[in-house]
Structures are given as C-alpha cells and as structure tokens.
C-alpha cells in the first residue's frame, strides 16, 4: 500500500472540481495508492523528467494530475507526492505545468 500526500497547489486545483470529477479522481488514487502494477493509460512516466501523470478522462476532457515519487520505479514506491493538475486542452499546457511542479517540488524539499 503505498501513502499518497498532496500539495496544496494540488488541493486549490481539487477542491475548484465538480463532486462527479472529485470522485473518478478519488478511485483512480485509490488504484494507484493500492495496486503494485498500474496500467500505463491510467499513470506514466514523463519523458526527461522525474514526474509521473496520472490521466482521468471526463466527459471528452483529460484532467492531468501531476506527480512524483520515492522511487526510480512506480512498482517500488511506497510515497506518492500529488504535485498540481490541469485541465489538457493542448500539448502546450504540459511544458507550462511540468516546470509548475518542478517548482512546487523544488519548494518542498
């Protein structure tokens, strides 16, 4: 089982989404906080970076939660650090949100 703590830049985004959202999000954390081997639509690594995203589709539109982990494998790791999460509405948002929580991570360590 592995322990799941947020930011508060991850809770702003949270709290400003709809119960339907907040709760297909809650079941996706409950998968990836209880299953070992997680299925790579669901939670991957980024390229050239030490975040991870979590992808939940919703009504035609992905919410992007952005995370890191203890670990060099996703398999191995026992703490998840829920880092922000957005909204995709182009590939753009990513290189803006990537180095957001890159900044939120530099701020907690």
């Given at each position: 089982m592995r322990t799941i703590y947020r930011s508060m830049e991850f809770d702003l985004f949270y709290n400003s989404l709809s119960n339907k959202i907040q709760n297909k999000i809650d079941y996706a954390l409950n998968i990836i906080s209880e299953i070992k081997i997680i299925n790579s639509k669901?939670?991957?690594?980024?390229?050239?970076?030490?975040?991870?995203e979590l992808?939940?589709?919703?009504?035609?539109?992905y919410r992007?939660?952005?995370?890191?982990?203890?670990?060099?494998?996703?398999?191995?790791?026992?703490?998840?650090?829920?880092?922000?999460?957005?909204?995709k509405k182009s590939t753009k948002d990513y290189k803006k949100e990537i180095h957001k929580a890159q900044q939120i991570l530099n701020s907690l360590t």
């Open positions: 669901l939670a991957k690594k980024l390229k050239n970076t030490n975040l991870y992808r939940i589709s919703i009504e035609n539109e992007i939660l952005l995370f890191t982990i203890d670990n060099e494998s996703l398999i191995e790791c026992n703490e998840i650090i829920l880092l922000n999460g957005f909204i």
